[in-house]
């Protein structure tokens, strides 16, 4: 049964930078992508901005190369590594197993909307014990936005207009807006308070109990 002090019928996640800190996996395969193609190395300083986006767009803007075939060859190198090695190079922020805890035993509904590719996202779910909080995981797959994602979900009935998006970067608050939805920030992942506050979220927060006591409180 859900508490009444629980103001959404659905909690939608982001992973990456959200529930699970995927830096040390993410730079590693994309530098292993890029050198695989013939594009040098780049910093981690230079990756970690692209945390979050489609890997199209990441990859494009880390190689500089506008060629379709290359950045598809480039996403299938990222993949190779990833989907091996890179999607273990990952750990779970502070504070999320007991956020996700008291957020089931509320009885809300919780799922993931991923720019990830779907069967990695479930991947990394199951090997850091979080796959079993959700009721649904959205991955996307190239040339589909986090936008489309939420959209295939209103549509299919999987939630409805009364759910929040929760994220760490603008495009997971531009995706629900654009799709009527709430959306919230936080602030532990790779997007700071400026560019979530460009986004309108109903909420931004700083820890993972923090964003738990703004659910318990709906904002007026």
Same mark, same amino acid.
């Given at each position: #049964?859900?508490?009444?002090?629980?103001?959404?019928?659905?909690?939608?996640?982001?992973?990456?930078?959200?529930?699970?800190? @995927?830096?040390?996996?993410?730079?590693?395969?994309?530098?292993?992508?890029?050198?695989?193609?013939?594009?040098?190395?780049?910093?981690?300083?230079?990756?970690? @901005?692209?945390?979050?986006?489609?890997?199209?767009?990441?990859?494009?803007?880390?190689?500089?190369?506008?060629?379709?075939?290359?950045?598809?060859?480039?996403?299938?190198? $990222?993949?190779?590594?990833?989907?091996?090695?890179?999607?273990?190079? &990952?750990? =779970?922020?502070?504070?999320?197993?007991? #956020?996700?805890?008291?957020?089931?035993?509320?009885? =809300?509904? #919780?799922? =993931?909307?991923?720019?990830? $590719?779907?069967?990695?996202?479930?991947?990394?779910?199951?090997?850091? &014990?979080?796959?079993?909080?959700?009721?649904?995981?959205?991955?996307?797959?190239?040339? =589909?936005?986090?936008?489309?994602?939420?959209?295939?979900?209103?549509?299919?009935?999987?939630?409805?207009? &009364?759910?929040? #998006?929760?994220?760490?970067?603008?495009?997971?608050?531009?995706?629900?807006?654009? &799709?009527?939805?709430?959306?919230?920030?936080?602030?532990?992942?790779?997007?700071?308070?400026?560019?979530?506050?460009?986004?309108?979220?109903?909420?931004?927060?700083?820890? @993972?109990?923090?964003l738990l006591q703004r659910l318990?409180?709906?904002?007026?």
């Amino acid at each position: #049964m859900q508490y009444k002090s629980m103001p959404y019928e659905t909690l939608i996640f982001d992973l990456d930078g959200t529930l699970t800190n @995927p830096a040390i996996g993410i730079v590693r395969c994309m530098n292993y992508a890029l050198t695989t193609l013939g594009f040098p190395p780049r910093f981690e300083r230079d990756i970690t @901005p692209y945390i979050g986006p489609p890997l199209e767009i990441a990859l494009r803007g880390l190689s500089g190369s506008d060629d379709a075939d290359c950045i598809k060859q480039l996403i299938v190198a $990222y993949r190779e590594r990833y989907g091996e090695f890179g999607y273990a190079e &990952n750990t =779970v922020y502070e504070g999320i197993y007991p #956020m996700l805890d008291a957020l089931l035993a509320s009885g =809300v509904r #919780m799922g =993931v909307c991923t720019s990830k $590719y779907e069967k990695y996202a479930i991947k990394v779910l199951q090997e850091f &014990n979080l796959f079993d909080y959700f009721e649904f995981v959205s991955g996307s797959d190239y040339h =589909v936005a986090k936008s489309e994602q939420l959209a295939e979900l209103l549509n299919a009935g999987t939630i409805t207009s &009364n759910s929040l #998006m929760i994220g760490d970067r603008a495009i997971d608050l531009a995706a629900a807006q654009q &799709n009527g939805l709430t959306g919230a920030g936080v602030l532990w992942g790779f997007g700071d308070r400026e560019e979530l506050a460009g986004g309108n979220p109903v909420f931004i927060a700083e820890s @993972p109990l923090e964003l738990l006591q703004r659910l318990q409180n709906k904002p007026e």
